[in-house]
């Protein structure tokens, strides 16, 4: 799963990379994703692609985490990812932002200025596409980031992956990318492994489209994909 999944992304890059002088991508930070930034930076495939040209960007932070935090994202990013790749731009989420509206309208402003070539995404236990859980999912979200409210099947995911040992260890409130990220980026790539996640890749996959589950905006989308593994599409009457 994590080696077609990156296969497929490097091939995707590297052609893009020959048409344009610099490519845009956003990127997921979760245990699902470990195996897939594994193969991703191989020296085979990191070879391909020079990441002096790519701009990232990380889908999403818990508010108050400053970027040391062990459960940071973007400490994430950097353990898995950038410190085994030199890209030309990595755009932190600022959780620890004393203003998380002025933090926002910092990262609405950076995406808005070019298009997304790719996001390479996980899919939650409750359907969400970054911290875009159900309660508060829009297809049609006019901004590119803004604060949530992480509902309670997400926040329990995070002690399920271990991420930590309690729930009421895990923060209330996040900075995410919205719905529009992912409809207006020109691909989405999904990895998503484990039995946990096979409701949701089920939902999403072959259930009604809608914000019930966030991860259904996937079947409207043009250029999407997904990556299972078996426990993961256990579910799917395919």
């Given at each position: 799963m994590?080696a ?10 590297a ?6 002088d610099e490519?845009?991508i ?26 002096t ?7 999403d ?5 400053r970027?040391?935090h ?13 410190s ?5 731009t990595f ?8 203003d998380?509206?002025v933090?926002?309208r910092?990262?609405?402003a950076?995406?808005?200025?070019k ?7 996980g899919?939650?236990?409750n359907?969400?596409?970054?911290f875009?859980d ?11 980031a ?5 509902d ?9 992956d271990?991420?930590f040992?309690?729930?009421e260890?895990?923060p ?10 992912f ?23 072959e ?8 991860a259904?905006l996937?079947?409207?989308h ?6 299972l593994?078996?426990?993961s ?6």
């Amino acid at each position: 799963m994590g080696a077609a999944a990156a296969e497929f992304v490097t091939t995707y890059l590297a052609r893009l990379l020959e048409e344009k002088d610099e490519v845009r991508i956003v990127v997921g930070s979760a245990p699902s994703q470990d195996e897939f930034f594994a193969e991703l930076v191989k020296s085979e495939n990191n070879g391909r692609i020079d990441w002096t040209r790519v701009e990232v960007f990380h889908m999403d932070e818990y508010v108050g985490l400053r970027s040391a935090h062990p459960q940071s994202f973007r400490k994430y990013q950097k353990e898995h990812f950038l410190s085994h790749v030199s890209v030309k731009t990595f755009h932190e989420i600022h959780g620890e932002a004393m203003d998380t509206k002025v933090e926002c309208r910092r990262l609405n402003a950076l995406l808005a200025e070019k298009p997304i070539d790719l996001v390479c995404l996980g899919i939650g236990e409750n359907g969400h596409l970054a911290f875009n859980d159900p309660p508060i999912a829009d297809f049609d979200d006019p901004k590119w980031a803004k604060v949530v409210k992480l509902d309670d099947t997400c926040r329990q995911q995070q002690v399920n992956d271990g991420c930590f040992a309690a729930l009421e260890e895990v923060p209330t409130h996040a900075i995410t990318l919205t719905l529009k990220v992912f409809k207006d980026a020109a691909c989405l790539s999904g990895v998503i492994p484990a039995k946990t996640k096979a409701a949701a890749v089920a939902a999403a996959v072959e259930g009604e489209i809608g914000t019930h589950c966030p991860a259904t905006l996937c079947r409207l989308h043009s250029n999407a994909r997904l990556f299972l593994d078996p426990n993961s599409a256990s579910e799917l009457s395919l």
